[in-house]
């Protein structure tokens, strides 16, 4: 009888709320969680490909859990996540101490390994089984999959084609959440504007946004990942008219150049890029904006590269995620592009932008100082609560504060990742 169980996970907030899912349906056939690998009766590694790196960490993984079973033979072992594509056969040579491969968001075979109480699996493993959040903040999936198919991405391979939750599910999980103490949730999805297109109704993402308004006990709203063609004046509209929903987008452009871009398969230009931060930013001119770039991606010459530089500095992000292009099996990029750009352009050029975005963020969150922003307090690290403003900026308070509560802070001090404040509300402290 399993009774102990494993979880690893490394990627996206998508795997997160994935394991999470899957961590609950373990509680409820009365699993018990453990943080050693080693005490487990089911070790599940819930895997990454989209970085080389998260790869490697999973393949070091697999090589502790190969010797371990070697005097634990009974141990199960599953890896899900965008490691696993339809065909396994690779994987199944590579890794023989693996029981289950099962692709994101399949469920049914990780369960089926374990002997518990007879369950019906069918539909999206057991619509009733939420995640149990251990804090006032939470993920949830509204659409999974992706359609747009960029030369250099394997999500669309692993997760499939777009499919969107039915919008009254949506809401009785996010209902469940607030009753265990969650008040604010983030809507996920590998392009989140995407929600409902595939629906009957087609509703949109503003859509869902206005029903999940009405709880009660919700506060806040967030979402991600955005896709600039999905993102509408019908959904930004409501995430500017709706009070619960934080002003605060991440949209990655990847590139500045026009040539790179059509190169990506992003289907949009740079001017279109452009012209939708300035409408985000008309509709509420103090939003939160991230982006993510790819450095070094084929053909990019030093040209294409100080455009994304300029870029950049036109547009000035509150935060940049940038990431140097490395190849990855089964995209169009891997079949048709040869990696040509050199290892140290690729570093040189990352460190650029990493020293660009520590410039302009600096830059932005000093205007926070002396302002009084609404915080909620996620938890505490090395004594200090942590939270966020609306517009996504982290923020430390120099007082304990109760985790969950809304606060007022005024912001002291900024740096270029992050804002430290007092709690104006004594009532709100610990």
Request: glycine fraction near 8%; proline fraction near 5%; hydrophobic fraction near 40%.
């Given at each position: 009888m399993t009774n102990r169980y494993y979880l690893w996970t490394v990627g996206c907030q998508m795997n997160k709320a994935d394991s999470e899912k899957l961590a609950a349906g373990f509680e409820r056939m009365g699993l018990k969680a453990t943080d050693r690998i080693e005490r487990a009766d089911i070790v599940v590694l819930n895997t990454c490909s989209v970085r080389q790196h998260a790869e490697d960490r999973a393949y070091s993984k697999l090589g502790r859990i190969r010797d371990l079973k070697r005097t634990?033979?009974?141990?199960?072992?599953?890896?899900?996540?965008?490691?696993v594509g339809l065909k396994t056969d690779d994987l199944e040579k590579r890794f023989p101490q693996v029981d289950v491969f099962a692709r994101p968001q399949q469920f049914a075979p990780i369960i089926e390994l374990i002997d518990g109480p007879a369950e019906d699996l069918g539909g999206e493993f057991w619509p009733t089984t939420y995640a149990i959040p251990e804090g006032p903040t939470a993920y949830v999936p509204v659409v999974h999959g992706c359609n747009k198919f960029c030369t250099y991405c394997i999500v669309p391979y692993r997760r499939g084609r777009e499919k969107s939750r039915a919008m009254d599910e949506i809401v009785r999980e996010v209902a469940y959440l607030t009753a265990q103490g969650v008040r604010e949730v983030t809507?996920?999805?590998?392009?989140?504007?995407?929600?409902?297109?595939?629906?009957?109704e087609q509703p949109d993402l503003g859509d869902l946004m206005r029903e999940l308004s009405?709880?009660?006990?919700?506060?806040?709203?967030?979402?991600?990942?955005?896709?600039?063609?999905?993102?509408?004046?019908?959904i930004l509209s409501a995430v500017a008219e709706l009070p619960k929903v934080m002003e605060c987008f991440s949209l990655p452009v990847q590139a500045g150049s026009d040539a790179v871009l059509e190169s990506m398969r992003r289907g949009y230009t740079r001017q279109e890029f452009v012209d939708k931060i300035a409408e985000v930013r008309r509709l509420m001119p103090g939003a939160g904006i991230t982006t993510d770039i790819i450095v070094g991606y084929p053909g990019e010459t030093e040209a294409d590269f100080e455009a994304t530089v300029d870029l950049l500095e036109e547009l000035r992000f509150d935060k940049v995620h940038v990431a140097a292009y490395s190849p990855r099996p089964g995209t169009i990029a891997w079949r048709k592009m040869p990696d040509d750009v050199p290892a140290d352009v690729k570093a040189a050029r990352l460190h650029r932008i990493e020293e660009v975005e520590a410039r302009i963020a600096e830059e932005i969150n000093q205007h926070y100082v002396g302002t009084v922003q609404e915080i909620l307090i996620e938890g505490v690290r090395k004594e200090q609560?942590?939270?966020?403003?609306?517009?996504?900026?982290?923020?430390h308070l120099d007082a304990p504060a109760r985790i969950g509560s809304l606060?007022?802070?005024?912001?002291?001090?900024?740096?270029a990742f992050s804002l430290r404040g007092a709690v104006e509300d004594s009532l709100a402290l610990v």
């Amino acid at each position: 009888m399993t009774n102990r169980y494993y979880l690893w996970t490394v990627g996206c907030q998508m795997n997160k709320a994935d394991s999470e899912k899957l961590a609950a349906g373990f509680e409820r056939m009365g699993l018990k969680a453990t943080d050693r690998i080693e005490r487990a009766d089911i070790v599940v590694l819930n895997t990454c490909s989209v970085r080389q790196h998260a790869e490697d960490r999973a393949y070091s993984k697999l090589g502790r859990i190969r010797d371990l079973k070697r005097t634990k033979p009974d141990m199960k072992v599953v890896v899900m996540g965008c490691m696993v594509g339809l065909k396994t056969d690779d994987l199944e040579k590579r890794f023989p101490q693996v029981d289950v491969f099962a692709r994101p968001q399949q469920f049914a075979p990780i369960i089926e390994l374990i002997d518990g109480p007879a369950e019906d699996l069918g539909g999206e493993f057991w619509p009733t089984t939420y995640a149990i959040p251990e804090g006032p903040t939470a993920y949830v999936p509204v659409v999974h999959g992706c359609n747009k198919f960029c030369t250099y991405c394997i999500v669309p391979y692993r997760r499939g084609r777009e499919k969107s939750r039915a919008m009254d599910e949506i809401v009785r999980e996010v209902a469940y959440l607030t009753a265990q103490g969650v008040r604010e949730v983030t809507l996920l999805g590998q392009t989140v504007e995407a929600y409902g297109h595939d629906l009957a109704e087609q509703p949109d993402l503003g859509d869902l946004m206005r029903e999940l308004s009405a709880l009660d006990r919700l506060e806040r709203i967030r979402f991600l990942t955005s896709y600039p063609k999905d993102m509408t004046h019908r959904i930004l509209s409501a995430v500017a008219e709706l009070p619960k929903v934080m002003e605060c987008f991440s949209l990655p452009v990847q590139a500045g150049s026009d040539a790179v871009l059509e190169s990506m398969r992003r289907g949009y230009t740079r001017q279109e890029f452009v012209d939708k931060i300035a409408e985000v930013r008309r509709l509420m001119p103090g939003a939160g904006i991230t982006t993510d770039i790819i450095v070094g991606y084929p053909g990019e010459t030093e040209a294409d590269f100080e455009a994304t530089v300029d870029l950049l500095e036109e547009l000035r992000f509150d935060k940049v995620h940038v990431a140097a292009y490395s190849p990855r099996p089964g995209t169009i990029a891997w079949r048709k592009m040869p990696d040509d750009v050199p290892a140290d352009v690729k570093a040189a050029r990352l460190h650029r932008i990493e020293e660009v975005e520590a410039r302009i963020a600096e830059e932005i969150n000093q205007h926070y100082v002396g302002t009084v922003q609404e915080i909620l307090i996620e938890g505490v690290r090395k004594e200090q609560p942590f939270g966020r403003t609306r517009t996504g900026k982290l923020v430390h308070l120099d007082a304990p504060a109760r985790i969950g509560s809304l606060v007022d802070v005024t912001i002291g001090h900024a740096g270029a990742f992050s804002l430290r404040g007092a709690v104006e509300d004594s009532l709100a402290l610990v």
